[in-house]
């Protein structure tokens, strides 16, 4: 069963930081890209950062640019995200999530319908 599984979220205060683990099993996403993304609640769930399979192209949601950093282990099958500086707004669940249809690529996506694989997600919450 292939399952990607979140960690690391939690309560933080304004200013704090977390960083976010999603171990993959089941398969390795090692020669895909992957992507964080996140919903807050009445929200649409919105991109946030993706990175290809060697972690060295990422794209950021211009909301997180400067303060998030993606990054990835394919000797785990694991991505990260690293947030720093919180606010308020970046309450949510966040979600990781895979793309099969690039394999070794450069592309990156923010659409939601073009990852196939997610994750549970992990709630983050942000205290002002």
């Known amino acids: 069963q292939v399952q990607l599984v979140e960690s690391g979220g939690g309560l933080v205060q304004t200013g704090g930081s977390l960083r976010l683990s999603c171990a993959a099993s089941?398969?390795?996403?090692?020669?895909?890209?992957m992507a964080w993304f996140r919903q807050a609640p009445g929200k649409e769930r919105e991109f946030v950062a993706a990175?290809?399979?060697?972690?060295?192209?990422?794209y950021y949601a211009d909301s997180v640019k400067g303060r998030s950093t993606i990054s990835r282990d394919n000797a785990k099958n694991t991505v990260y995200l690293q947030m720093n500086s919180l606010k308020p707004d970046d309450t949510a669940v966040y979600y990781c999530?895979?793309?099969?249809?690039?394999?070794?690529?450069?592309?990156?996506?923010?659409?939601?319908?073009?990852?196939?694989?997610w994750g549970r997600g992990t709630q983050v919450t942000v205290s002002s």
């Open positions: 089941g398969r390795t996403f090692s020669g895909h890209p």
């Open positions: 990175c290809n399979w060697s972690g060295v192209i990422t």
């Open positions: 999530a895979a793309d099969t249809d690039v394999l070794y690529g450069s592309t990156l996506y923010r659409g939601v319908g073009r990852y196939d694989y």
